[in-house]
Structures are given as structure tokens and as C-alpha cells.
């Protein structure tokens, strides 16, 4: 088995669970790589990726999320080793770090699909971006504060027009992300389905809308609130990538070809994680 080690160096420091997991794999015969670095500034790209068997993270979700697109494409199976706050994706902590590694090498684990977003951005009929996300999907206003306009279909059938301060389009893996702050439902990571989440939206109607995998949403930049000021208006896409976005500018989001494995121990991780939060909150 040939692992690939993928590092933040700032929720590792000085390498200190790196080092602990090449030890103890290296005694059972697994090649464990050469930390990769993985933070805000870098990640690593789909050749990095080639000829291993699977990957592990060291970090938080942010970590995690980064390495998961360039895997995604390869299927490469992802146990996450969660260093950070919130620990959603990750399977286990430093704690239980040893029993997770010897099941890895056992291979007594399951498989676990996660759903990814494909977006395209289109200005004046034209593909000028596009991306995968695995968590979400977000629009913002950006500059001076002023309500976003924008208007929502759903498999070319209008939906509605927002006054908001934007929206979030995630995957059930992104429920707990963005989407749980803006007040969004959780949804069982697992599960495919594609969740509409208004931000600070000037209606009564500001609730979430869950939808299909199988649907495709369209969001139409509308023009400023005042023309006078003009507006910012930014795609992120899982926070690490963006877009600045026009008026009339139009986002099409769809689910992806392509999806990530995770690696899971058990088959109620997610409510225990869930469980464990809702103590901790």
C-alpha cells in the first residue's frame, strides 16, 4: 500500500502527527509519501496524486475540502485525521489515530460517495468559468453594504427573485458548512440532494429549499439596488476559489460528474460527530 500524506503545517506543527503516522505505518510495511503541503496559499494538483492507494489529511474540513477536489477526479479513497475545530469530514482524531490506521491497512472500512457541484458561470450567452465544490456554492455582495438582487430557476422554471445579502448553494456534505450558519437544515452527508439557502433574505419567504440531485438551478444577477453606488457581487466556490460576477451574469449549478470517497469506520459517524457538536454548542 502507497499512502499519501497531505499536511497542514499550520494545525501540524513541526510535523509532529506526520511523523507519528510514517513511524507506525512504516512498521506495517505501508509507504507513507513525503508531506504534501496543503493550506490557503497551496494544494496539491491531480499529478501529485498518481500512483498511490489512498490519501490522509491532516487538518480541519478546510484541509480536507481542498485535497478532496483533486482527488476526486482519480476516486481516490480520503481518511481524514481532523486537527482543526470543527471536524466534520474527518473520520477520526489524534486520539483514535492508531486504531483507524491499523483498519486502513486491515482495509476494514466502507466506502462513503459524496455528492460534488458542478457551476458554470455564463456572461452574455458565454462559459467564462467553471468549477467543482464539494461543500458549496456562494454568492456575496462584496464593497459597501447594499441588498443583492438575484433571481432563482430551477430546470429553466423561475423560481423566485431575492433581495438578499446573497445565497448558498450547497451539497449535503456543505450542510454544516456555510449553509448551518445562514440558519440551513443538516442534512445526512450520504444523502444527494441540492439545498438553496438564502442569506439575510428582505422576505418572509427566507427559508431553505432542498431539491433534487438530478435538478439544475440557474441564478441571474439582477442590476443594483442603486445604480448611483453600483454593486460587488463574488462567486466563492468551497471558499477557495472565486469569480467576480456582473449583472445579468448567470450561474448554473448542477451536480457533478465526478465525486469524492471517504473513507468510514463506521456507518454512524455522522451522528455520532453531530451528536458530539450539538454537546459541545
Do not use: W
Amino acid at each position: 500500500m502507497r499512502v499519501l500524506a497531505c499536511v497542514n503545517p499550520y494545525k501540524d506543527k513541526d510535523y509532529k502527527v506526520y511523523n507519528q503516522i510514517r513511524e507506525y505505518l512504516s512498521r506495517k510495511g505501508v509507504e507513507v509519501s513525503n508531506p504534501m503541503t496543503v493550506n490557503r496559499e497551496e494544494n496539491i494538483s491531480v499529478s501529485d496524486t498518481e500512483g498511490y492507494d489512498v490519501v490522509i489529511v491532516l487538518g480541519g474540513d478546510g484541509t480536507l475540502m481542498r485535497v478532496a477536489k483533486q482527488c476526486s477526479t482519480l476516486n481516490l479513497p480520503i481518511l481524514g485525521i481532523n486537527l482543526g475545530h470543527v471536524g466534520f469530514l474527518a473520520q477520526t482524531n489524534v486520539d483514535g489515530m492508531e486504531k483507524a490506521l491499523d483498519r486502513l491497512v486491515e482495509k476494514d472500512y466502507l466506502l462513503e460517495k459524496r455528492m460534488m457541484l458542478n457551476g458554470k458561470v455564463y456572461r452574455d450567452g458565454k462559459l467564462i468559468f467553471e468549477s467543482n465544490s464539494l461543500n458549496d456554492v456562494c454568492i456575496n455582495r462584496g464593497g459597501m453594504l447594499q441588498i443583492l438582487n438575484y433571481d432563482i430557476s430551477v430546470n429553466d422554471m423561475f423560481l423566485k427573485s431575492y433581495a438578499a445579502d446573497g445565497v448558498i448553494i450547497s451539497t449535503p456534505t456543505g450542510s454544516t458548512g456555510y449553509n448551518l450558519s445562514a440558519g440551513g437544515p443538516i442534512v445526512e452527508p450520504a444523502a444527494e440532494m441540492l439545498l438553496i439557502t438564502p442569506i439575510a433574505a428582505h422576505s418572509f419567504m427566507n427559508r431553505s429549499i432542498l431539491f433534487k440531485a438530478t435538478d439544475i438551478i440557474k441564478i441571474t444577477i439582477g442590476e443594483p439596488h442603486d445604480a448611483s453606488v453600483g454593486q460587488t457581487v463574488i462567486a466563492h466556490f468551497d471558499g477557495a476559489e472565486r469569480i467576480d460576477l456582473n449583472s445579468n451574469d448567470e450561474l448554473i449549478i448542477s451536480k457533478a460528474d465526478a465525486c469524492v470517497d471517504f473513507i468510514q469506520m463506521n456507518n454512524v459517524n455522522f451522528l455520532e460527530t453531530l451528536n458530539r457538536k450539538l454537546k459541545e454548542n
